[in-house]
């Protein structure tokens, strides 16, 4: 069983930045494939970020390409999500999430944070 909490999210002007952080516990951290979706009212989930357990590879959707990044700290148990250049469009609740191995599909994902909520004005 793993553990996920997520924290970092907030308002803020379009063109600014935030860091998004999800702390795990439970099981070994560095075993788990972490990723970042995203959930806007209506919409479905989507897939924003990942990375691999020794911090290799990495993987991001087109929209957010250069302007997140994603890295993570085994140390901590933490995965993190910089965001720079934000954009209204970037406004939703963005959830971290763990799995065994490489996915960008929501159903393929156990492990879930309960979110926390980006919004950008304009």
């Known amino acids: 069983q793993v553990q996920l909490v997520e924290s970092g999210g907030g308002l803020v002007q379009a063109g600014g930045s935030l860091r998004l952080s999800c702390v795990a516990s439970?099981?070994?951290?560095?075993?788990?494939?972490m990723a970042w979706f995203r959930q806007s009212p209506g919409e479905e989930r989507e897939f924003v970020a990942a990375?691999?357990?020794?911090?290799?590879?990495?993987d991001y959707t087109d929209s957010v390409q250069g302007r997140f990044t994603i890295s993570r700290d085994n140390a901590r148990n933490t995965v993190y999500l910089q965001m720079n250049n934000l954009k209204p469009e970037d406004t939703a609740a963005y959830y971290c999430?763990?799995?065994?191995?490489?996915?960008?599909?929501?159903?393929?994902?156990?492990?879930w944070g309960q979110g926390t909520q980006v919004t950008v004005s304009s």
């Open positions: 999430a763990a799995r065994g191995a490489a996915s960008r599909e929501v159903r393929d994902y156990r492990y």
């Open positions: 990375i691999g357990g020794s911090s290799i590879p990495t």
């Open positions: 439970g099981r070994t951290f560095s075993n788990y494939y």
